[in-house]
Each structure stands twice: as C-alpha cells, then as structure tokens.
C-alpha cells in the first residue's frame, strides 16, 4: 500500500498535512495517550486481550488526526487535497466530511481484527467516495475476495451474508470508538466524522440489496 498524505488549508490560510502509510505497523509506545489504551471503553465485541494488545489499534490510528483537528468544528470548511503516486485528489468541503474519508482510511488500514474485511479498500483507497461509489467498492471488493477464496478451495459467500455480518460488527466498533473520543477534550468534528461512517455501517446490511439494484442498469450488457 502506498503512502498518501492529506492536506488541509483553511479560510484563514492555517495549512496542515497528515502522511499515512497503510502498511506502517502502529505504535504501541508509552507515550500515546491514556484513551488509547484497549480496556478504555473497549468494544464489546473486541476479540483481543490486553496482555496481547496493550493499545487499541483502531486508536491508536486515529491518535494523529485526533492532535490535529481536536480543536475545530465540524462544520468549519476546508480544502483537502491528497496526494499519491497515482493521483492528486482536491475537494472544498467541511471538517467533518474530510475526516470522514480520512477516518475510513485509518480505520481500515489499523490492525482491529473486525475491519481486516476493508483491508482491499484501504490498499485501493478513494478520497471522498459518495455513498453510491462506496457501495459499489465494497461489493467488488467483498465479491472479488469470494472469488480468491474459490480459486483456493474454500467457501464462497455469493450471497454476501458474511458482508453484512462485518458491518454489524462494525456498528459496535464504531459505537465504541465513538464513546472514546467523547471522553477527551476535543470539539465535535471527529466524533462527527465518525457518525458519518457509522451510519453507513448501520444502513449496509438492510440495504445492500436495494442499493445494488440501483447499479444493475450499468452492467446491463452483461446480461444474457
């Protein structure tokens, strides 16, 4: 996964930027903050022990972006630009839509257990997706998986339960992290951010089909 760096100018002509390497392992020092630590407002669903992971790595993840916007509202307008080896990305928008494509790409490219299904997405990442070009993102990607798995000779789920299955779990990840950073002096873009991509986790399993019927009209020359 390639590195991509995220930049951020202000009305007020403040300039920010944020590097991220996807494949970077996270840090787990005693230096990050106490929030961050895996028994603080821990998932209910969370698979991992503190005598195995100290740290959240969801958290520990989001500690850069949480020291950079802490102090800014959500509703405050921003240009981001991010670049990578491929392509520059420019969109004006608020704090908290940009957070929510940065958060998307922290959050799945973190070492949780329960977003190692996003893994393909945050190699393939795509700034400021719509919620249509999500849905169809996530799809492919989950479909494509199936087809690696067959090719291996394991199980295929062409039905895409084991999809929605993620997304549930994610809805309980997310709650989480929501309550973590509702526990630290910060403003609400992040928390707010985080909203965001928690509704779409919560609407996915309820509305995958409906959702990939409205994309059936591109692929009508594949029918037969």
């Known amino acids: 996964m390639a590195t991509l760096v995220y930049h951020f100018e202000f009305p007020s002509g403040r300039k920010e930027s944020l590097r991220i390497d996807p494949s970077a392992p996270a840090g787990q020092g005693a230096g990050l903050p106490a929030w961050t630590e895996l028994g603080f407002q821990q998932c209910a669903n969370c698979p991992l022990s503190p005598a195995d992971a100290p740290r959240c790595p969801m958290a520990v993840n989001f500690v850069p972006l949480v020291e950079l916007f802490g102090r800014l509202r959500s509703y405050e307008d921003v240009t981001a630009q991010v670049e990578s080896e491929e392509r520059i990305v420019i969109k004006r928008t608020t704090v908290q839509r940009a957070l929510r ?73 997310n709650a989480a992290m929501a309550r973590r950073m509702r526990s630290i002096e910060i403003d609400d873009s992040a928390v707010n951010a985080l909203v965001l991509l928690d509704l779409f986790a919560q609407t996915l399993p309820f509305s995958i089909e409906s959702a990939l019927e409205e994309l059936q009209p591109a692929f009508e020359k594949y029918r037969i």
């Open 101 to 173: 494509s940065l958060m998307g790409l922290l959050a799945a490219s973190s070492a949780c257990p329960h977003v190692d299904f996003l893994k393909p997405m945050a190699h393939f990442h795509l700034p400021f997706s719509s919620e249509e070009e999500t849905i169809y993102r996530v799809a492919s990607s989950y479909l494509l998986a199936q087809y690696f798995r067959r090719q291996q000779g394991k199980d295929a789920d062409w039905r895409l339960d084991g999809l929605k299955a993620h997304y549930q779990a994610l809805q309980q990840v």
